[in-house]
């Protein structure tokens, strides 16, 4: 049955029919709890400390200290009918193509639905979102309409828009509403969907405060809290709005955190907010993902769009995601890849909204070749099938290299991915090859045309900006290629 979305994502879940148990009728709930009994019980659990692994230079976070944890390394469950779900969920599930689930899902959703507090973490790309978006709509089948009874924090307005569509897609057979909540759009439509109009709602930190000062976010009915991709969260500086958030929340209610890495931080934050927590780990939390080849390549940082572009010329390189370090960066280097007959589309912090949309949805209709992205703004990248990832810049910290190769060998594919390493970033390679535990494969540099598509790696200097020429192009007209690009001109009044 079609789903009925309001502008923000906020839409009417209409039921699939049939009967539906009471609220709170005695065989409903108890034979829940019993199913959730039954599979949590089947999981390999060891009671104990658990000490959670620290990244290269963080101070090591003693987890014997109060709350205690249990760890679970869950075996794989054969099918979703194995899980504590209602039909309803279980037959959403089926229609969007998945018959079994991963280890983070089935080590999660039998403890969640539960109630318990906990911890996931797991690689990127291994369904940590439906991992706690089945145990919500579970918990919340019975629930009158009209209250908000669970609230989604993640970092990024795409993340926001995945896990909210997500939720629509699972929860297409049930009553229940969702709404996204973030920035660079009007507050209009979210402030409806916050004033009752949805039971479930996946925020950013920042808009949803900008929403509660206005004074009509009513939490008092609140059950469940998810922090998603917590240790990217605190990377970004969300920490204090994450607390202001918090401090108005329900004390008495569940807390899941979920993180593809377990930095200290995130060991702190989880001290504070959360009560006694299960944690589940499917995987060793800061390994790439399984299915990976990695490779690197060292050249100057001069010659690095040559390097790539010649690369490019590779067929087996259908869909390639470039990360680079900054948005002016990502800019020249998008616009060096269609100077060259390259079809590019670029994401970044200074993109509107509606232009990150676009560039998203083109690259994942494959009307785009390349996605060149800063860290921050791909954060919300869920493409299945990109077959490269590529770093253009050898990120600081060697936790982001799980992150951005991670958006390659997605759902158990294999992918690429291949790093270019000028000298003076040695040192942070060196680290990423120190957290993986073993040195990745140098491969020759590919043979180079005379002459020199980039000729820097930064943005001109010898000019002042004003003068610094970009080639011709209007104004996004909504292509989200990135030929639609605004150009610096000469004139007295410019538009940047």
């Known amino acids: 049955m079609g789903i009925s979305r309001c502008a923000v994502g906020c839409g009417t879940l209409p039921g699939a029919g049939g009967h539906t148990p009471r609220r709170g009728h005695p065989r409903e709930g108890s034979t829940r709890r019993?199913?959730?009994?039954?599979?949590?019980?089947?999981?390999?659990?060891?009671?104990?400390?658990?000490?959670?692994?620290?990244?290269?230079g963080a101070p090591d976070i003693d987890m014997s200290?109060?709350?205690?944890?249990?760890?679970?390394?869950?075996?794989?469950t054969t099918t979703f009918d194995d899980l504590p779900l209602d039909a309803t969920l279980r037959r959403g599930v089926l229609e969007m193509g998945y018959h079994e689930p991963t280890p983070i899902q089935s080590g999660t959703i039998p403890h969640a639905v539960e109630g318990r507090d906990l911890i996931g973490t797991a690689q990127t790309g291994t369904g940590k979102t439906a991992a706690f978006l089945l145990p919500i709509l579970e918990r919340l089948l019975q629930r009158p309409r009209g209250r908000i009874?669970?609230?989604?924090?993640?970092?990024?307005?795409?993340?926001?828009?995945?896990?909210?569509?997500?939720?629509?897609?699972?929860?297409?057979?049930?009553?229940?509403?969702?709404?996204?909540?973030?920035?660079?759009?009007?507050?209009?439509?979210?402030?409806?969907?916050?004033?009752?109009?949805?039971?479930?709602?996946?925020?950013?930190?920042?808009r949803l405060l900008d929403h509660m000062q206005r004074g009509y976010v009513d939490f008092r009915s609140l059950e469940i809290l998810v922090l998603d991709e917590a240790d990217r969260m605190l990377d970004m500086g969300f920490l204090p709005d994450v607390r202001r958030v918090l401090g108005n929340l329900p004390r008495a209610r569940q807390t899941m955190l979920f993180s593809a890495t377990m930095p200290a931080e995130v060991v702190r934050l989880s001290h504070e907010f959360l009560r006694n927590p299960h944690i589940i780990r499917a995987d060793a939390p800061t390994v790439a993902a399984v299915g990976v080849s990695h490779h690197a390549i060292s050249v100057s940082s001069e010659r690095k769009t040559d390097v790539l572009v010649?690369?490019?010329?590779?067929?087996e390189m259908s869909s390639v995601l470039v990360f680079v370090r900054t948005k002016h960066r990502a800019d020249r280097v998008a616009r060096?890849?269609?100077?060259?007959?390259?079809?590019?589309?670029?994401?970044?912090?200074?993109?509107?909204?509606?232009?990150?949309?676009?560039?998203?949805?083109g690259f994942r209709a494959g009307r785009f070749r390349?996605?060149?992205?800063?860290?921050?703004?791909?954060?919300?990248?869920?493409?299945?099938?990109?077959?490269?990832?590529?770093?253009?810049?050898?990120?600081h910290e060697a936790e982001t290299y799980v992150h951005r190769?991670?958006?390659?060998?997605?759902?158990?594919?294999?992918?690429?991915?291949?790093?270019?390493?000028?000298?003076?970033?040695?040192?942070?390679?060196?680290?990423?090859?120190?957290?993986?535990?073993?040195?990745?494969?140098?491969?020759?540099?590919?043979?180079?045309?005379p002459g020199s598509a980039s000729t820097s790696s930064e943005e001109p200097r010898q000019r002042p900006r004003q003068w610094a020429r970009a080639p011709a192009g209007r104004r996004d007209s909504g292509s989200g290629s990135y030929s639609a690009r605004r150009?610096?001109?000469?004139?007295?009044?410019?538009?940047?």
């Not at 959730?36 to 400390?49: M, P, Q």
């Not at 200290?65 to 794989?76: G, L």
């Not at 609230?151 to 897609?169: D, I």
């Not at 150009?487 to 940047?496: H, N």
């Open 149 to 206: 009874y669970a609230l989604v924090l993640t970092p990024t307005r795409e993340l926001a828009l995945q896990a909210e569509g997500f939720l629509h897609r699972l929860g297409r057979h049930t009553r229940l509403r969702g709404a996204a909540v973030y920035g660079g759009v009007g507050m209009a439509d979210q402030e409806r969907a916050l004033r009752g109009g949805a039971e479930i709602i996946v925020a950013t930190p920042g």
């Open 487 to 496: 150009e610096p001109r000469r004139q007295t009044s410019r538009r940047w």
């Open 405 to 449: 190769v991670g958006r390659t060998a997605r759902a158990q594919r294999r992918g690429d991915a291949l790093t270019l390493v000028s000298r003076d970033e040695a040192q942070d390679f060196a680290r990423i090859e120190r957290l993986l535990g073993f040195e990745i494969r140098r491969d020759p540099t590919p043979d180079l045309p």
């Open 65 to 76: 200290d109060p709350p205690q944890t249990t760890t679970a390394r869950p075996r794989p």
């Open 34 to 56: 019993q199913r959730a009994h039954k599979v949590a019980s089947s999981l390999s659990i060891e009671s104990g400390t658990p000490r959670l692994p620290r990244p290269i």
């Open 370 to 395: 390349v996605l060149v992205a800063t860290d921050i703004a791909a954060r919300g990248v869920d493409v299945e099938d990109v077959s490269d990832v590529v770093n253009y810049d050898v990120p």
């Open 310 to 315: 010649s690369l490019l010329k590779n067929s």
């Open 336 to 361: 060096q890849l269609e100077h060259s007959g390259i079809s590019v589309t670029v994401i970044h912090g200074n993109r509107s909204q509606p232009q990150r949309v676009r560039a998203l949805e």
